[in-house]
């Protein structure tokens, strides 16, 4: 007769196989993480690798004679009327004195970006006595040599095949030659607003129209949502009405978020008449996006008060607003602030419901108030992304990691904060 399996023999005898499925479960986990992580590294090395670049200008030392003829003519001050392009293209021609037949001179002054009269003006309007003087200055290059010292440029392919001349290049090899070339910080990028021109656009617009925003929508949805979720949590009847509620708010987190741009097209712009383009109306909009999600995470904050805390604050005489007010909320803080700065990071991220209020407008000027017309960070790297200039392309990857660096400040500050206020008990 064959012996009858124990119990304790039929699960030695299955060990080996549960081994064997726990360690292909951990393979494949590992194998998911490993392929994760090398998605992640390909997107960062791309992306750094494209718009580090961005973050040095190539600029062009130059000696600017001040001369009063063509800032102050006729003896009168006036910058609007002063000749400062004409300096610049003095200065330019000096290097090259060789250079004299009007197309050579016009394929010599694209070398330098139209910015640079621009900066002399500055210079000129911060301190008028340095009329009549002979400055030495560094004034930016215009977006192609800039692409060319940077090596975007293949300078051996054909003439017709690149945006520069062969005497051009030529010019360009002969001041980098006598150091009147060099790459330094691109600060106009963080200091300049929009421009049509590569070398001269900046984000500073784009930043400020978006903390313009962010200010909106903190402020409204913050205490609205926690004042919500306080409500269904401790005070609203459990009921059908309450159970609609919940079911909606839910729904609503899941909404795309362009739907959100719509409701902000009919309801703040052509019902309110409010201005267009205005971080006003971008704030109003984000926080109807972030309120589902401030008003979840605040609920499940106030669900993870135990009960007894509750309990005992009422056994003390305390009444449901003092509980609530002076016991719960302190405790289910640190989930609610958390909730809210993982909002924001969604709200500073978002640009389909922008679109459809019309912050896609090229805005140059930095917006100065909540009315003024700007744009959003996000929306400005869709603008530089469908923009024809190559320079464009790393500005793009550049602004994209100025974004990236503030939604990781803002995550990192949710943990820490949660970290420093969390309470055990």
Known sequence: MTKE?????KVEAGLPRRRRKE??????????????????AVFFATLIGKGASAFVQTYMRLDVELTAEQIAPGGELDLAYADFDGLVRTALRKEFPEVSGRAERRELYRLLSIGAGYQIRDLVAENVDL??????LWLPTSATVDMLMKGNIDASL???????????IGWINSLQRAGRLDKRFNAALFTNGDSREPELAGIKGAMMGSFFMLVVTIALSFPIGVAAAIYLEEF??????SDLVEV????????????????????FINWMSLPRSAPLVGGLVLALLTLPVIIIASRAAIKAVPPSIREAAMGLGASRMQVVFHHVMPLAMPGMLTGAIIGMSRALGESAPLLMIGMIAFIVDVPGGFTDPSTALPVQIYLWADSPERAFAERTSAAIIVLLAFLVLMNLAAVIV?????QKW
């Open 131 to 136: 009329i009549g003087t002979t400055q030495t």
């Open 5 to 9: 399996l124990t119990n304790k023999d």
């Open 248 to 267: 909606n708010i839910n729904n609503l987190a899941a909404v795309p978020s362009i739907v959100f741009g719509l409701l902000g097209l009919a309801v």
């Open 23 to 40: 360690t292909l479960f951990r393979a494949t986990g590992m194998i998911a993480t490993a392929i994760g992580i090398a998605f992640l």
């Open 158 to 168: 054909d003439a017709s095949l690149r945006p520069l001349s062969d005497q051009q």
């Open 236 to 241: 609203a009847p459990k009921n059908r009405w």
């Open 418 to 422: 949660r970290r420093r206020m969390e």
